[in-house]
């Protein structure tokens, strides 16, 4: 394939759609991430519990993958009591 390639008009017109949308949902998805960053640190605050903790809540939530998160802390589990550091 080469890197030269010539497009004509219709495909012109979509690659400048695809950009310009694309361009539009990144900008969007910041200023949401900044919003939800701004509110997941206030609610931290506010109960004293670390940010950390709350953003893995909602990206487990998100995943619907809390079996598996389970499963991975009773293998650490494991693992730390079998050294002897649980």
Same mark, same amino acid.
């Given at each position: 394939?080469s890197?030269? %390639?010539?497009?004509?008009?219709?495909e012109?017109?979509? @690659?400048?759609?695809l +950009?310009?949308?694309g361009?539009r949902? %990144?900008?969007e998805?910041e200023i949401?991430r900044?919003? @939800?960053?701004?509110? +997941?640190k206030s609610?931290a605050e506010?109960?004293e519990i670390k940010?950390?903790?709350?953003n893995?809540?909602i990206?487990?939530?998100?995943?619907?993958?809390?079996?598996?998160?389970?499963?991975?802390?009773e293998l650490l589990e494991?693992?730390?009591?079998t050294?002897g550091?649980?």
């Amino acid at each position: 394939m080469s890197d030269n %390639k010539i497009f004509n008009s219709e495909e012109k017109v979509k @690659l400048q759609h695809l +950009v310009n949308e694309g361009i539009r949902v %990144k900008e969007e998805l910041e200023i949401l991430r900044g919003g @939800l960053s701004d509110t +997941v640190k206030s609610i931290a605050e506010e109960m004293e519990i670390k940010p950390a903790v709350l953003n893995k809540a909602i990206n487990v939530a998100y995943k619907m993958n809390f079996h598996e998160q389970t499963d991975e802390f009773e293998l650490l589990e494991n693992i730390l009591e079998t050294v002897g550091k649980a």
